[in-house]
């Protein structure tokens, strides 16, 4: 069943939806900006969540396609990931950095920063800046607080390794914005 948002059908596999996300923009209560960095995560996938099957923290990856999971990490930061694939398969993607474009002055209340290069640059920076905590999670994408704005021009996808994970390293689920300069880090060992 397809779930198509800013032209993408969330039903596609992780890997895919990661790389169209780039340049889309996402907005949380109107404040946001264009995702230039992702990460593709799948059930088969030993990094991921969902790889050793449903729990109650991971229930809602489970679910339908284009709906937010909102986990802790390290039990200090939100991560923010957008549901994929059909119910029932565990995938979704990471939205690692964003562009920051809109609502920047409750960015830099929240994050207690000026710096737009700061903002934004990694999920944690990323959910403090938009307000995203685990009231956001099993919310759909299509409706508010969220909106997803498809991409207003082509860009060049980079692909990579994904960094802060300890298994399945070298897989290049990594996606990034070439050039971009909003990204958590730059991309090493870049693929096409």
């Known amino acids: ?93 990471l939205i690692r950095a964003i562009e920051p474009v809109e609502g920047l002055d409750a960015m830099r209340e929240r994050r207690g920063v000026e710096g737009e290069r700061l903002l934004c640059s990694g999920p944690g920076k990323l959910c403090q800046a938009l307000g995203v905590s685990h009231l956001h999670n099993r919310l759909a994408l299509d409706a508010p607080p969220f909106q997803l704005l498809a991409r207003e021009e082509e860009v060049t996808v980079h692909a990579g390794p994904r960094i802060g994970i300890s298994k399945a390293m070298d897989t290049p689920w990594r996606f990034v914005l070439a050039g971009s300069p909003y990204l958590s880090k730059p991309l090493r060992a870049p693929v096409v």
């Open 1 to 93: 069943m397809k779930k198509i948002l800013a032209g993408i059908d969330f039903a596609d596999d992780s890997s895919s939806v990661a790389r169209q996300l780039i340049g889309v923009t996402v907005l949380v209560d109107g404040v946001g900006g264009r995702i230039v960095e992702t990460e593709a995560y799948d059930r088969l996938d030993p990094a991921s969540h969902t790889y050793g099957g449903v729990t109650p923290r991971n229930a809602v990856m489970f679910g339908p396609p284009a709906h937010a999971y909102v986990y802790r990490s390290y039990g200090m930061h939100w991560c923010l990931n957008f549901v994929c694939r059909e119910a029932g398969h565990g995938a979704g993607v």
